[in-house]
C-alpha cells in the first residue's frame, strides 16, 4: 500500500518550458487536491478534485492545469514556467478525516 | 476563504523543555487539524478536533480547541530532538469538497 505517489522527485525546468506532475493513490479516494509550498507561506491549494471527471481552482490556479485521468491520478501540468512557480508541490488525497500527501516534487525554474 | 493565523513562526528550545504553537481565528473554525512536517518532508496528519472545548492527547502532545472555537493550540511536554519539524493548523473548509486551509506553521528546533 503505497499511498500517494508523486513523480518526479525533483525538476529544473527553463522558463517557457512545459511540464506535468504525476500523482497516483492506490486508496480509493475521490478527492484529490494539489499544493504548493513556499517558504513562510504554509501549503496552498492550486486545484482539486472532489470525483473522477471533476476538477476546480483553489487559492493560487493561476499558470497551471490538471487533469484527473481516472479515480487514482490526477496530474498537474505547467504549460509555461515562470520563476514564481519554483516551489514544492505536494498531492494529497483525503484519507477519510485526515489527507494523506505525497512526498512532493521540488521544482526549480530557471 | 478561511484564514487561520498561527504564532509564533519559529521557535527554539532546549531538549526537555516544552513547547506550544497557537492557531487563531477571526471566524468561527468548523474544525481544525494539525499536521507535522519533517525537514525536506511531507505533512504528515496528527489529529483533527471538532468540538468546542475538546482535549486530545497522543504520547507528549496536548491539542486543545477552544471554547468558542476560534483558536486551537499544540502543546508538546519535554520535547525531543525527534518532535523536529514545522506543525501546522489547517480548517477543512465548510463545503462536502474538503479543501484544506493551511496556517503558515510554526517551524520547531530542538537543541539536544
Known amino acids: 500500500n503505497a499511498g500517494v505517489t508523486q513523480t518526479p522527485k525533483f525538476q529544473v525546468l527553463k522558463t517557457g518550458q512545459s511540464m506535468t506532475l504525476q500523482c497516483a493513490q492506490d486508496?480509493?479516494?475521490?478527492?484529490m487536491y494539489w499544493y504548493r509550498q513556499d517558504p513562510g507561506m504554509g501549503l496552498r491549494l492550486i486545484y482539486y478534485?472532489?470525483?473522477?471527471?471533476?476538477?476546480d481552482k483553489g487559492e493560487v490556479p493561476n499558470g497551471y492545469n490538471v487533469s484527473r485521468l481516472n479515480k487514482r491520478e490526477f496530474s498537474l501540468r505547467l504549460e509555461s514556467a515562470a520563476p514564481s512557480q519554483t516551489s514544492v508541490y505536494f498531492c494529497a488525497s483525503r484519507t477519510g478525516v485526515g489527507y494523506t500527501f505525497g512526498s512532493g516534487t521540488r521544482l526549480t525554474v530557471v | 476563504g478561511q484564514q487561520v493565523m498561527q504564532i509564533p513562526q519559529y521557535q527554539h528550545v532546549q531538549e526537555g523543555e516544552d513547547f506550544t504553537t497557537y492557531c487563531n481565528s477571526s471566524?468561527?473554525?468548523?474544525?481544525i487539524q494539525w499536521y507535522k512536517q519533517r525537514p525536506g518532508g511531507h505533512p504528515v496528519f496528527l489529529i483533527q478536533l471538532v468540538k468546542s472545548g475538546e482535549v486530545k492527547k497522543q504520547k507528549r502532545l496536548t491539542f486543545q480547541f477552544g471554547e468558542a472555537k476560534k483558536n486551537s493550540s499544540l502543546h508538546i511536554t519535554a520535547t525531543q530532538t525527534t518532535d523536529v519539524g514545522t506543525y501546522f493548523c489547517a480548517e477543512v473548509g465548510g463545503s462536502t469538497l474538503g479543501r484544506l486551509y493551511f496556517g503558515r506553521g510554526t517551524q520547531l528546533t530542538v537543541w539536544p
Open positions: 478534485s472532489a470525483s473522477e471527471g471533476t476538477t
Open positions: 486508496m480509493n479516494h475521490n478527492s
Open positions: 471566524t468561527t473554525l468548523s474544525n
